[in-house]
T-cell receptor, first 113, second 115 residues
Framework: GQQLNQSPQSMFIQEGEDVSMNCTSS?????WLWYKQEPGEGPVLLIA?????ELTSNGRLTAQFGITRKDSFLNISASIPSDVGIYFC?????????????FGKGTLLTVNP | EAGVAQSPRYKIIEKRQSVAFWCNPI?????LYWYQQILGQGPKLLIQ????????DSQLPKDRFSAERLKGVDSTLKIQPAKLEDSAVYLC???FGTGGYREAFFGQGTRLTVV
């Protein structure tokens, strides 16, 4: 079936530490999206990746599109308390000329001040 | 630029009642999605529209859920009759393109509680 596997499921870190999380797919993607969701809000797009091997930064966040096109990584440097939230990866499983934007189960990040 | 608008923010209904959610996507966005997010899980795609046509509704429980996107702009999602397991956040999202540009932007969601 169409699956996105995210790991780890949760992380507890100290403020100032770096964070790394990843996502793997059962299918080849041509797009990887990373979102952050805070309580009571919808997911907010952080980074979009469109090319295998691509490395893209957004402030302290850096994401990479894996060479195999079946995985992606998100790194957060020097974490701060406002980084707390659930981080989701998403990608388009394709079916013919259409695609279905599918999400992983998320990584819950807790940052201790 | 205005974001994706959803209403209501919260809804509490009894089981077997009906409920409807409304979504207004970002202007010019051709693709509109409805997701169901159960507590502790990632968003699950219910239905995806491209303009006013359905692209995918394979995970929509069609015996009780229905959705429409008239004129390719606003959309409504309806549940009739509701079950306890329908308690979730219903998220609407939209994206500009129908091909390679697939960045989807979300509304704040509607939190549904079925009692």
């Amino acid at each position: 079936g169409q699956q996105l596997n995210q790991s780890p499921q949760s992380m507890f870190i100290q403020e100032g530490e770096d964070v790394s999380m990843n996502c793997t797919s059962s299918s080849i993607f041509n797009t990887w999206l990373w979102y952050k969701q805070e309580p009571g809000e919808g997911p907010v797009l952080l980074i979009a990746l469109y090319k295998a091997g691509e490395l893209t930064s957004n402030g302290r966040l850096t994401a990479q599109f894996g060479i195999t096109r079946k995985d992606s990584f998100l790194n957060i440097s020097a974490s701060i308390p406002s980084d707390v939230g659930i981080y989701f990866c998403a990608g388009p499983f394709s079916g013919g000329s259409n695609y279905k934007l599918t999400f992983g189960k998320g990584t819950l990040l807790t940052v201790n001040p | 630029e205005a974001g994706v608008a959803q209403s209501p923010r919260y809804k509490i209904i009894e089981k077997r009642q009906s409920v409807a959610f409304w979504c207004n996507p970002i202007s010019g966005h051709a693709t509109l999605y409805w997701y169901q997010q159960i507590l502790g899980q990632g968003p699950k795609l219910l239905i995806q529209f491209q303009n006013n046509g359905v692209v995918d509704d394979s995970q929509l429980p069609k015996d009780r859920f229905s959705a429409e996107r008239l004129k390719g702009v606003d959309s409504t999602l309806k549940i009739q009759p509701a079950k306890l397991e329908d308690s979730a956040v219903y998220l609407c999202a939209s994206s500009f393109g129908t091909g390679g540009y697939r960045e989807a932007f979300f509304g704040q969601g509607t939190r549904l509680t079925v009692v």
